[in-house]
């Protein structure tokens, strides 16, 4: 009887095993699409009007993240980052570039409201805390409600606050985040996601004919 039983569970594990396998198999091409990069397109001339808002054919790139909801526009010019985030929803947005956690980050986070509302620069302190650095890189930001939420646009240099820099070819991970309703910059975000960035290889300018 005890070798039938041990029998009869080999059985099993061998009929069982390729579903299991399978099921790796599935899961592991998912996670690797989840992780493929978002390009930032690295063009001779960018001609992007900071408003606070994404408008139509203004960046070559637009992107809704599918775990945020938070619908993300960018390009370089192989110097600065011009980037245009719109919330889901109407209180604060946020991105931080050089970490797949808060804590490290160099931070945008803006808000929108019947004053005008605000940008400001962060850096990443602990799981959803973040404090205002000294010396802000920022070198222009507007904000507005876009048709689904908060929207922020900014412009700053590839090298961040943190330390970090944006570099062609390296992949690097940033955090997006927001929060329903609030606008002070307070509190855990409502939803908040991890992906990898990548900024593609310069362009040449039209001028050389290439």
């Not at 061998?14 to 930032?40: D, E, F, M, S, V």
């Not at 719109?86 to 808000?111: C, H, L, Q």
Request: proline share 6%; hydrophobic share 35%.
């Amino acid at each position: 009887m005890r070798h039938n039983k041990n029998q009869e569970v080999n059985i099993k594990f061998q009929i069982n095993t390729p579903a299991l396998l399978l099921l790796l198999a599935l899961a592991t091409t998912a996670g690797g699409q989840a992780q493929k990069p978002y390009g930032i397109p690295n063009h001779s001339q960018v001609n992007v009007i900071v408003d606070g808002r994404a408008a139509e054919g203004e960046y070559p790139t637009k992107f809704v993240h599918p775990m945020t909801g938070i619908a993300v526009s960018w390009v370089s010019d192989g110097k600065l980052l011009y980037c245009a985030l719109e919330s889901p929803a109407k209180g604060w947005v946020a991105i931080g570039f050089g970490s797949d956690k808060v804590r490290g980050t160099s931070m945008v986070i803006g808000y929108y409201d019947q004053n005008g509302g605000g940008v400001d620069e962060h850096m990443g302190s602990w799981v959803s805390t973040h404090r205002p650095i000294d010396k802000p890189r920022l070198l222009d930001f507007k904000t507005a409600m876009g048709k689904r939420g908060t929207s922020i646009e900014f412009v700053m240099p590839l090298e961040l606050s943190n330390g970090q820099t944006i570099t062609s070819g390296q992949p690097m991970p940033f955090v997006l985040a927001y929060h329903k309703s609030r606008v002070s910059f307070e509190g855990r975000p409502t939803k908040k996601a991890s992906s990898t960035l990548l900024l593609g290889k310069p362009e040449k300018a039209e001028a050389e004919g290439k």
